[in-house]
């Protein structure tokens, strides 16, 4: 079954103790991606990633980091979490194609809480 | 700068009402455009899509036209279920990269 894994589901932890959220896929997509959904704000792109190797920011990268070593994992490194950094964050991917037609898969959702 | 702007819910409605949800973009050129679905604890889903000036995205009963007059692509269904209940988001694509933009979403809730 074609799908995008996140873990953990739900965190709650404290300020400034790191933390890595996972995310994996298993239909060999290009193309991956973090999101922060807020009440109001929708979804807002963290980082993303055109390929192994390759990353940018999104529109909302400080206290975030991210790696791409392999095609298939992407997780999302939090390394001195803050209590702004509460939010609910999908990871998502897709094939690579010009000009933005391609639909994203996205992962169930990982519910942080930075006490 | 570039956007998306959708109507602003929530939205109410009782089985088997019509449903409209307005989405407008602003972008330069004529980027894809979509429809996600997100039910509760779940992530998103795509609904539907578009990607050129006409197109028509349907599925599930749902449907939306790309209108490059008016920057639109509002979503619509004759009849809505119960099962409709959930968090639509509007969005639209990057030129040159697979980045998507996306409204702050419209609940619905559908009632009996």
């Known amino acids: 079954e074609a799908q995008v894994t996140q873990n953990p589901r739900y965190l709650i932890t404290v300020t400034g103790k790191k933390l890595t959220v996972t995310c994996s896929q298993n239909m060999n997509h290009e193309y991956m991606s973090w999101y922060r959904q807020d009440p109001g704000l929708g979804l807002r792109q963290i980082y993303y990633?055109?390929?192994?190797?390759?990353?940018d920011k999104g529109d909302v990268p400080e206290g975030y980091k991210v790696s791409r070593k392999e095609k298939r994992n992407f997780p999302l490194i939090l390394e001195s979490p803050s209590p702004n950094q509460t939010s609910l964050y999908f990871c998502?991917?897709?094939?690579?194609?010009?000009?933005?037609?391609?639909?994203?898969?996205f992962g169930d959702g990982t519910r942080l809480s930075i006490l | 700068g570039d956007s998306v702007t959708q109507m602003e819910g929530p939205v109410t409605l009782s089985e088997e009402a019509f449903l409209t949800i307005n989405c407008t973009y602003t972008a330069t050129g004529y980027p894809s455009l979509f429809w996600y679905v997100q039910y509760p604890g779940e992530g998103l889903q795509l609904l539907l899509k578009a990607t050129k000036a006409d197109d028509k995205g349907s599925n599930k009963g749902f449907e939306a036209t790309y209108r490059k007059e008016t920057t639109s692509f509002h979503l619509e269904k004759g009849s809505v279920q119960v099962s409709d209940s959930a968090v639509y988001f509007c969005a639209r694509g990057a030129s040159g990269a697979n980045n998507l933009f996306f409204g702050t979403g419209t609940r619905l809730t559908v009632i009996p």
């Open positions: 998502a991917s897709s094939t690579q194609t010009g000009g933005g037609r391609a639909p994203q898969h």
């Open positions: 990633s055109m390929n192994v190797e390759v990353t």
